[in-house]
């Protein structure tokens, strides 16, 4: 096996990584890019009762609102004018509902959820009570009848929608438990509810969380640093290279006392942060106090957009470890620096070990992409879905790429959705030697709609099948060398490969012919090694030794993955 670099061409393969923004618009495993949510204009309780009747004109809703008065309808005689943000609340439904009726990855009704999610209004208030029998929808206080409607079919979306909506309104208006909560924790706890009828994985965010997760995932305004946060002060941890505050002589261990006029000491964590972070281009004044100066420093900072790091690399004795701790819109590239800073380096790089534990996922676009640096070609992974979009197929391009080293992947039990879409391309291809725990097991792939409130619904739409086959949700990726279980399995195995004798050679061929006799069966293999939350130490070790060990690593390679099964 050629031990030389070959970490050629990085330079184009980085290049080439705007071929891959076309991948899922920006979906990944938790996340497809935001879309624009269809806003409906039905405001009222009046849309209830209407079955198939289109929203193109103004005449066609008035006729459905005297067909519905004419019915008698009850909680719709006389309706109020709504406020901004019933109107907000009934479009934040809207798209909701019709998003899980065309787009969730199984087939349920929007009855189940709406119903639900309904009923878990009687955790914050006991006297409210849902009733859906007979044909209908009645809300309770107490023994009153609040509101009763009929009850629409089952998928029809934007009549569940109108009566979701104007049966909250009428909770609140009834309820001081629910009055005396913040507005926005009503649709929190309705679609905590509801989509708990659904997959683990799909939730509903409010605003102030959904600004959050963007943050993690595109990246915002700020300053480049991290902060450690201690007894109501402000340190900097670290200082990003390249970053504003990097370029203004922001330290490690920095104490950070105010931004502007405004003192920082005693705010609360998410304050500071707030206070920190602004509009791209944006002035932060900030007052430092530093250890080596007897007065306060002054450091202005401009803002810029700022994308957490996900990539730590470090090279030591020919072996390049790279860590990955999660997968955002810069997460590609920066592997694509931290390899061509090893080659540049001028050291013989023989090996990679791309650790991935800890790795909970994140854009699909970048797992693909960084699966892509160590492919030449082939089936990278493939998703399955009820919408027609959601059935894709992602494979490796054509070109130079990182193939002549050889690669160990570690994984543990917090290893999930994208970092098991790159450890089981690697793996299934015969590119990777996996080391560690069974990861997570979390095959769905998720889409992000941005709401009318600016909360966001993540919504699962996809499964993904590896290479071989498998489906990775619940079984997950399964290594060819196993450090969970028994302690008595692990410590002979590390005692013999610490001898750098044959043993530990003989150790690991034993550990790779069983991990062989059930690699066919998923099931089996997770029992006999299960996930663990476990940063072992012995894995690095494991890795090691297979990349300076070319026999170890072939037969590592050739026992530890399932057989190709492309489909």
Known sequence: MNRTAGIGAIQR???????????????????????????????????????????????????AVAALAVAGVTACSTPAPESPEQVTQLEVIETVFENIDKRYAAATTIKTVSLAGLKRLSETDALLAVDDTGGSVELRYADRILGAWPEPTPNDHDNWAALTSRALTLARSESDKIQADEYGNLLKRFFSGGLAKLDRYTRYDGPDQARNTRARREGFGGLGVTIRYENGNTYVRKVHEGTPAFRAGLKAGDHITHIGRTALTGLSQRDVITKLRGPIHSRADLTISREASLTPVKITVIRAHIILPTIESKLENGILKIEISGFNQGTS???????????????????????????????????????????????????????????????????????????????????????????????DRGRAVVVGASSYGKGSVQTIIRLPNRGEL???????????????????????????????????????????????????????????AVRTDPIGARKLCPPSKLKRSEDIEIARYILTHENMYLQALHDGAPAIAER
């Not at 405001?43 to 929203?55: D, E, I, L, N, P």
């Open 458 to 516: 993540t919504l699962t739409w996809a499964h993904m099948i590896a290479p071989s086959g498998f489906n990775l949700q619940s079984h997950g990726v399964i290594p060819a060398v196993c450090t969970s279980g028994p302690e008595d399995r692990l410590g002979p195995l590390m005692s013999a490969i610490k001898s750098a004798t044959a043993s530990g050679q003989r150790a690991l061929v034993a550990m790779l012919r069983s991990r062989y």
């Open 13 to 63: 393969k980085l290049n080439s990584l705007s071929l891959q923004t076309w991948l899922h618009n920006g979906s990944c495993c938790g996340v497809q890019g935001p879309e624009t949510p269809r806003l409906g204009f039905f405001g009222s309780a009046c849309r209830m009762g209407k079955t198939g009747v289109s929203v193109l004109s103004v005449n066609r809703l008035f006729v």
């Open 333 to 427: 590239r920066s592997l694509g620096k931290a390899l061509s800073g090893a080659e540049r380096g001028g050291d013989d790089v023989k090996g990679v070990i791309l650790d991935l534990r800890g790795n909970p996922g994140g854009l699909l676009d970048q797992a693909v992409a960084v699966a892509d640096f160590f492919l030449n070609d082939g089936r990278i992974i493939s998703t399955r879905g009820r919408h027609r979009r959601a059935n894709q197929i992602f494979d490796a391009s054509w070109g130079e790429r990182v193939h002549n080293l050889p690669i160990v992947v570690l994984i543990n039990g917090r290893s999930a959705s994208a970092s098991e879409i790159v450890a089981a391309a690697l793996r």
